[in-house]
């Protein structure tokens, strides 16, 4: 166990425990379903990690993987050369990828992945003779990690305050308010599809020629888990369709088997132009992510004379020899697990389990969808978020991790959690809701 004394000089400033003067707690090992504290106890994880450890933690057959790699090739660039195990990996991601998603652009991170499908859509509009379309639209309450255009696009105005506002051009689609209170509907809530219909006040305000892509998480995570109506995002589809406006969907936590179904696009039977995704890429263990881009804008971008290309766009670690590796072994026990998919079996008993505690003191709305929920509470009239960040805490000290943001806990177990598994989740996660004042 590493020295604890200081906490000091690592900083990581974007995090509630600032907010509520907590001191974080320290993992030092897991394996499957658990962690294991310093203190040596051991607690489940309801996160996946940070909603990326879809296999469960402590995979052997990824490290044996990203070792034999560090040995073999431990980097080359893609630039100018290239090595195999990436194309290798592109080839099995285009494989699982939505219909017609079959390019794939390897990046670091969730943010990475956003900033890189907007330049790509922005790009696409110039090579497609659409230079004037140079406005994005985010979503209210959208989360697109922390890069100059997934901060602007993203629609916390607490996350952006300090930095100029957001970047020019930039617009979002309201009514996620509406979207957020599902008020206990199982799944996704019946009505509502309509307030995709928001896409015609941006284009009357500033005209379709000028806008370039509207970007969207399909189930918002990080902002407490908004699930959309049915035919929401079939609305949003065609809108973009009739304006000429490309769709980004952000699956950076709906990719990879959290639903249910492979992407959040499966899932809802919406294919997007592009998709951002990360986290589960590698089952958490090396950072990467990758964006899928669809046949028509990557031509745009990569047929036709070099002169009129308009896309400048990669980082020394695309496409990382490890983290292929570590992506390669990740995919190989997806499949061989049926991980993808796993969650549609048992979305039921998840649902049956999150709404067992509908009527527990201070829960105002329950949403589950796939293997994702959030329970939302009602703020406490002196500190907004207190009350979930206090949950959030006694379950830990019960044995189980979960997430709060605002006042609602967001839960995310790894795909290989067992009917067992959520018993136990909910038996604390109910004990300490009737606890937490
Ligand atoms: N988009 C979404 C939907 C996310 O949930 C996150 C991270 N939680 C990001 C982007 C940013 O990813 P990263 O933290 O890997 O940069």
């Known amino acids: 166990i590493p020295n604890t004394q200081n906490l000091d000089a690592f900083w990581m400033p974007f995090t509630a425990n600032r907010q509520f003067k907590a001191e974080p707690r320290l993992i030092a090992s897991a394996e499957g379903m658990y962690y294991t504290t310093v203190d040596g106890r051991k607690v489940i994880d309801a996160s996946a990690g940070l909603w990326c ?15 034999r790699q560090l040995m073999t090739l431990d980097y080359a660039p893609s630039f100018q050369i290239g090595h195999p195990i990436a194309f290798d990996f592109a080839e099995r991601l285009a494989a699982i990828a939505p219909r017609g998603l079959d390019r794939v652009f390897f990046t670091n991170s969730g943010s990475e992945s956003v900033d890189t499908a907007l330049k790509i859509a922005l790009a696409y509009q110039r090579s497609a003779g659409q230079p004037t379309r140079t406005r994005l639209i985010g979503r209210e309450r959208g989360y697109h990690g922390v890069g100059f255009g997934g901060m602007s696009v993203g629609g916390i105005v607490n996350n ?11 617009d ?16 996704q809530p019946a ?6 219909d928001d896409v015609e006040r941006l284009v009357a305000l500033h005209g379709a020629e000028t806008i370039a892509a509207v970007i969207v998480e399909p189930v918002a995570g990080s902002t407490g888990v908004l699930i959309p109506p049915k035919g929401y995002l079939q609305r949003l589809r065609a809108l973009c369709d009739k304006h000429g406006i490309l769709l980004i969907f952000d699956e950076v936590i709906t990719g990879f088997g959290r639903l249910g179904a492979p992407f959040a696009a499966d899932y809802f039977g919406v294919t997007p132009d592009l998709i951002a995704s990360a986290k589960g890429i590698t089952n958490g263990s090396v950072p990467m992510g990758a ?4 046949r028509k804008v990557h031509d745009a971008l990569m047929v036709g004379p070099a002169s009129q290309i308009e896309l400048f766009h990669g980082y020394t670690y695309s496409a ?3 983290a ?26 998840w649902q049956d389990a999150m709404h067992s505690l509908r009527s527990l003191p201070n829960v105002i709305d329950v949403r589950a969808i796939g293997l994702v929920a959030g329970i939302e509470m009602s703020p406490r009239k002196d500190a907004a978020g207190a009350r979930a ?49």
């Not at 450890?53 to 070792?67: K, Y």
């Not at 952006?160 to 930039?170: D, E, I, K, M």
């Open 324 to 349: 292929c590796a570590a992506g390669l072994a990740t995919l190989e026990i997806y499949q061989k697990e049926k991980l993808l998919t796993r969650g549609a079996a048992l979305t039921e008993y």
């Open 320 to 322: 990382h020899p490890v």
């Open 53 to 67: 450890v879809n296999a469960g933690h402590g995979r052997r057959e990824i490290a044996d993987a990203v070792s």
């Open 191 to 196: 009505h509502g599809a309509e307030l995709a």
């Open 389 to 437: 960040y206090e949950l959030m805490v006694d379950c830990f000290n019960r044995g189980l991790v979960l997430r709060s943001t605002g006042d609602t806990v967001a839960m995310s177990p790894p795909l290989i959690v067992e009917r067992s598994h959520i018993d136990d989740i909910v038996g604390i996660l109910g004990d300490a809701l009737k606890r937490v004042a």
């Open 291 to 294: 964006v899928f881009a669809s």
């Open 160 to 170: 952006r305050r300090a930095f100029a506002t957001h970047l020019p051009g930039v």
């Open 172 to 187: 979002h689609l309201g009514h996620t308010h509406d979207l957020a209170r599902n008020a206990f509907s199982r799944g």
